[in-house]
């Protein structure tokens, strides 16, 4: 779980160049770079409900203002909702002495307790609720707006293709010079029509809303609020205020049930080869993904076994870890950069890192019932390169040389690894995987100086 806890320690160098954890990195597969979500194209997939599930196509979504027409907030704090039963005594038609019992629901929060009692909305009669929602007093207003926009992005609309169809029309002159006239002359004809619509549209300039008018006066606040103590539960915060724009209730009394927002499921786009990373199932209930190229399950991971104490300009070793999370063994080879300056903000220290082939075995979920015996025997590993072996995990020393007298030691390096490209068997004849070398920047925040 470190990878999740600590992940500002480890990062690796991003195509765009941004650091990230490796947890919050993709690999595309066609390209064979790093992508990170700031790099990427975010794409809404469906829309949803995050308490009924319920998936609907984004134009309806957009018709419902993106809220479920099912599910409540509480507006007090904001959590779900409940429909709760409750049994009321009507007087029975028959008998004017007997009543019998009626089932009402009305709506309550787990979190708060707040009711919709509490703010007088009358119980309804079926567990689906029928709630009425509140009518909003500028809605005509809103509407005409609404409308005026429409119109006038229409009409910018025409003029900008009208604008095309001239400059073009000015191309198709020279084209008589080729004896096209004929050819030219329906074409210029039927452009003509085209622009003489458009000019058409744009005479009908849309009928302009009535301007805004500016408010100068104000209400005096009323005298109690010198003189008397403000009641905290029956006012209402900015947050619950500002929940509802449109209303901004003041007093909790007013306070009104307001319809769930939808989230989305969305998938991420390589921008370079506009070939998926992240794609996730239709179904909103599922928590699987179609495509899902997280660079956690590509590129060996890095992670600091123990935090180390250092001093200023001496040695000290320091013990990572590499998992492979690959099904084949992998070949690890690190690098460093020459042309270092091991003194800056971004990297301070001196490290130097096994030199040659380091080979991680493949990742087997059964492997750790294995004997350990045979993994040591397959592989003959120099004890003083590698610390320990463990299934698909291995333990390197890196020696770590700070140049600097206190705060955080950082060291930069390259690291370099094979990877097998599935994609690509799958699309040509020879169904052999592909194997590429990568190579990653990886900065590393190792531990902090002593202090005295
Ligand atoms: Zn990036
Ligand atoms: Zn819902
Ligand atoms: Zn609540
Ligand atoms: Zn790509």
Known sequence: MATFLAVNLVKYLCTCGKRQSICRLYLCRHCLKLRCGECVQHEVDTPYCPNCLENLPSAEAKMRKNRCSNCFDCPSCFHTLMTR????????????????PKKMYYMACGFCRW????????????????????????????NSLLDYHRQMSQREK????????????????????????????????????????????????????????????????????????????KVSNMRQRLATPEFQPAFAQNLYPQHKHLLIRKSLRCKECEHNLSKPDFNPVSIKFKIQLIALNHVPEIRILSPAVFLPQKETLVTLTLSNPSVYNTTVHFLSLDDENETGDEVNAKCELPKGELVIARRDDAAMYDDQNQLQQEFKD???????????????????????????????????????????????????????????????????????
């Open 158 to 233: 025409a003029e900008k293709e009208r604008k095309k169809y001239v400059k073009r029309r000015t191309h198709l002159y020279y084209s008589d010079k080729y004896g096209l006239t004929s050819v030219a002359a329906a074409k210029r004809k039927s452009i003509a029509a085209m622009s003489n619509l458009s000019i058409k549209d744009g005479d009908e300039l849309p009928t302009p809303v009535e301007p805004g008018e500016t408010v100068t006066d104000f209400d005096p606040l009323p005298e109690e609020i010198f003189t008397e103590a403000v009641d905290l539960s």
């Open 382 to 452: 120099d004890p003083g390169v590698i610390a320990f072996r463990k299934s698909n995990k291995i333990g390197i020393f890196m020696r770590v040389k700070p140049n600097l007298k206190e705060g955080d030691v950082k060291v930069r390096f390259r690291m370099q690894h094979e990877y097998r490209n599935t994609t690509t068997a799958l699309q040509s004849e020879d169904k052999e995987p592909q194997i590429v070398w990568l190579e990653h920047t990886v900065y590393m925040a190792v531990g902090k100086i002593q202090g005295k």
């Open 115 to 142: 009711t919709t009692r509490d703010v007088g909305l009358a119980d309804q009669l079926s567990s689906s609720g029928g709630w009425q929602d509140q009518e909003n007093e500028h809605v005509k207003r809103i």
């Open 85 to 100: 039963a409750t049994s009321l005594m009507v007087a029975n038609p028959d008998d004017a002495n007997k009543s019998t």
